[in-house]
């Protein structure tokens, strides 16, 4: 089976990244720079991970199995060798073996995570239609707070659209870890639908949101 898995550095975090979603990180642990660089360099991507167990900073932690492939997109070096990177989820992966000890950073061995085959029968888009009404009327009332004019495009593709729902409504991450691993496109939907809703619902109330446009993209530090 090894012979048909990728090789893919490992960045584990304490954050969960969806596939099509973006995040910023700030990189100093000399580690990961190398790492970024040869990312970089070799024009690979790499793999972000949710810290099952351990730190963030310093020693190996140990990851869920299921992460997502991201691709740089953009990266600020600075002079004493720091860096931002701005990357991009792609598509999620399993790990089947991990290697700690060939590079300084952690290394996995990942096969693709396929997503079922949809059956878009009524029911089910009935459900994407209100799932989507839903979240752009979530979007809208949060703009709306704070003297924003939006106009929502929201993607078509039903595994898109509830990664991108996913990514965005207020969960623990562990939450977030099992939509993650979910492979059904509709159980996806019908988990994210309630949560979705009672936001939607506490969105009218001030105390319960202060969010502005750069709350679309999350700031992490993790080292």
């Given amino acids: ?5 990728e090789e893919l550095p490992l960045f584990p975090l304490h954050t969960v990244l969806f596939p099509y979603a973006q995040l910023q990180l700030h990189v100093f642990e000399e580690r990961y720079r190398e ?4 990312c970089v360099e070799f024009d690979r991507p790499f793999g972000i991970v949710l810290i099952r167990e351990g730190e963030e900073v ?4 140990a990851p869920y199995m299921v992460g997502t492939v991201v691709r740089i997109l953009r990266v600020i070096p600075y002079e004493d060798g720091r860096m931002d990177i701005h ?18 950073y952690l290394v996995g061995k990942v096969e693709p995570v396929i997503e079922l085959e949809l059956d878009e029968d009524e029911p089910s888009r009935t459900l994407f239609i209100e799932a989507r009404d839903q979240f752009e009327q979530l979007i809208q009332k949060i703009f709306a707070r704070q003297e924003f004019e939006v106009k929502v495009k929201l993607p078509t593709d039903p595994v898109v659209l509830s990664f991108t729902i996913a990514n965005m409504l207020h969960m623990e991450n562990l939450a977030k870890q099992r939509l993650l691993e979910t492979t059904d496109t509709l159980e996806r939907v019908n988990t994210l639908m309630p ?5 939607n619902l506490e969105s009218a109330q001030p105390s ?3 969010i502005g446009s750069e709350d679309l993209r999350d700031w992490i530090t993790p080292n």
């Fill in 195 to 199: 949560i979705l809703q009672l936001q």
């Fill in 208 to 210: 319960h949101y202060r």
């Fill in 35 to 38: 790492m970024v660089r040869a």
């Fill in 87 to 104: 990357v991009e989820g792609e598509r999620r992966f399993r790990i089947r073996e991990l290697d700690e000890d060939s590079k300084p």
């Fill in 58 to 61: 310093g020693g190996i932690a």
């Fill in 1 to 5: 089976m090894s012979g048909h898995l």
